[in-house]
């Protein structure tokens, strides 16, 4: 991608993403028409799929041979990543949304014939945003975000994951599960992927490990976490597939060696 037209583009994600997060926190308090939908705890608002208009009727409008996959079905049905592909995510932590009215963001990765160039994760209700352009490093607001620790050990660090991890599930043995979490210095479950892998690029987590993601989950978070040297698979630490839905580990590369090696390949099922 041209770097003229990149920071053209950057420039108006930049503009969307804090124009529609000024319009989420300027309602928050307004009531919201929640719904279901693939289970009664999988939640979407008026607000999801307001936001995620606000972004089709933009991108549209601004670069109308940009294509769009978006989580709530208003974007286009797409099998490649061909082309300008901008994938978004309007509210990412819905069930915070909903509950907590914090600890959600907005998440746009934007790709260029699969390359990831653009990521932006904004943190709304903090109004905390990180951005990256492919091989220009991370930065959360004006700051520039510093290369992940060299040398950093399990022992040391802080996962993200939930409890489920721990209870028995189709992927790893829950007994190798309890002794990473026991190896590890603590865990956290923040209930948005975006933000964890905002963390993560930050330094605050040394690894995310989750069940199941789609792609608006993480286009974002891929792009800013690679910029600081993190790592981002599957987890049996293959390549994410960028159209389908993934077992995902992100994770400060000694770290994410070191799960997979020593815990989620021992008790994969
Ligand atoms: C969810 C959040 C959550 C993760 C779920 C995602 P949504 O996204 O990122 O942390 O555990 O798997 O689906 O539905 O709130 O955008
Ligand atoms: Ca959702
Ligand atoms: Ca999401
Ligand atoms: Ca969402």
């Not at 592909?85 to 509950?99: A, C, E, L, R, S």
């Not at 260029?112 to 160039?117: A, I, K, L, P, R």
């Not at 994760?121 to 990180?130: A, F, G, H, S, T």
């Not at 700051?143 to 189709?170: F, Q």
Request: hydrophobic letters at 40%; glycine letters at 10%.
């Amino acid at each position: 991608m041209d770097n003229l037209i990149r920071e053209e583009i950057f420039h108006y994600a930049k503009e969307w993403v804090l124009e529609a997060g000024n319009i989420i926190r300027n309602t928050i308090d307004d009531p919201l028409e929640i719904g279901t939908k693939s289970n009664p705890n999988d939640l979407v608002t008026t607000m999801d799929k307001n936001t995620e208009k606000f972004f089709v009727e933009k991108i549209k409008t601004t670069f109308p041979d940009h294509l769009l996959l978006s989580e709530e079905g208003f974007g286009d049905e797409i099998d490649s990543l061909d082309g300008t592909v901008w994938i978004i995510d309007p509210i990412d932590g819905t069930m915070n949304f909903v509950q907590q009215k914090r600890n959600f963001a907005i998440s746009v990765g934007i790709y260029q014939d699969g390359v990831g160039e653009i990521g932006l994760i904004y943190n709304v209700m903090e109004d905390e945003l990180y951005t990256a352009l492919r091989g220009e490093g991370a930065f959360k607001g004006e700051k520039k975000l510093s290369p992940l620790k060299e040398g950093m050990i399990l022992e040391e660090s802080v996962i993200g994951l939930n409890h489920l991890w721990l209870c028995e599930n189709r992927l790893v043995d829950e007994k190798v599960m309890q002794q990473l979490v026991k190896t590890a210095r603590g865990t956290r479950t923040y209930g948005s992927a975006a933000l964890e892998f905002a963390y993560v690029a930050e330094g605050i987590l040394e690894g995310y490990l989750t069940m199941g993601l789609s792609p608006w989950d993480i286009a974002a978070g891929m792009i800013i976490v690679n910029e600081v040297g993190g790592v981002t698979t599957n987890i049996d630490g293959d390549p994410i597939n960028m159209v389908g839905r993934n077992a995902v580990f992100v994770g400060h590369p000694d770290v994410h060696n070191r799960i997979i090696k020593d815990f989620i390949a021992k008790g994969r099922k």
